[in-house]
């Protein structure tokens, strides 16, 4: 399930000291979460940011990694 996945992608964060890939885990893993549970309760804007998640980790990581 999606909202397990981005619990485990925000406690890695956390373990190895990036805390920008928590923060945005935790918002993405609580838009999940409420998808699965109320999808009606979403705006048109938490379906936008739940689609863009994956390329909004992705932008994430790559920076990360030029930093290192």
């Not at 981005?6 to 885990?25: N, R």
């Amino acid at each position: 399930e999606l909202t397990q996945e981005y619990h485990k992608l925000k406690g890695t964060g956390k373990t190895y000291g990036f805390p920008e890939i928590t923060k945005l885990c935790q918002k993405l893993e609580d838009l999940a979460e409420k998808a699965s549970k109320s999808p009606k309760d979403l705006k048109d804007t938490d379906f936008l940011r739940l689609n863009q998640g994956p390329l909004e980790l992705n932008m994430l990581f790559n920076s990360i990694s030029k930093k290192k």
